[in-house]
């Protein structure tokens, strides 16, 4: 490990949940995007809650 890696904590996970969105647009329709970044986004029919892919 490099001795300039970041210090990766909890609340930084968190944190990076935090960062994306979902929209629901309609029937069975998903837009997840990015809080920070409004160019990044993806729609889906699908959408599963990240816990969930554990």
Known sequence: MSKNAPNNTESDAVDER???AEL???DEEFVIYDRENHQA???STVA???DEMQ
């Open 48 to 50: 599963v809650a990240a």
């Open 41 to 43: 986004w993806l729609q």
């Open 18 to 20: 935090d960062r994306y």
């Open 24 to 26: 629901n647009i309609g």
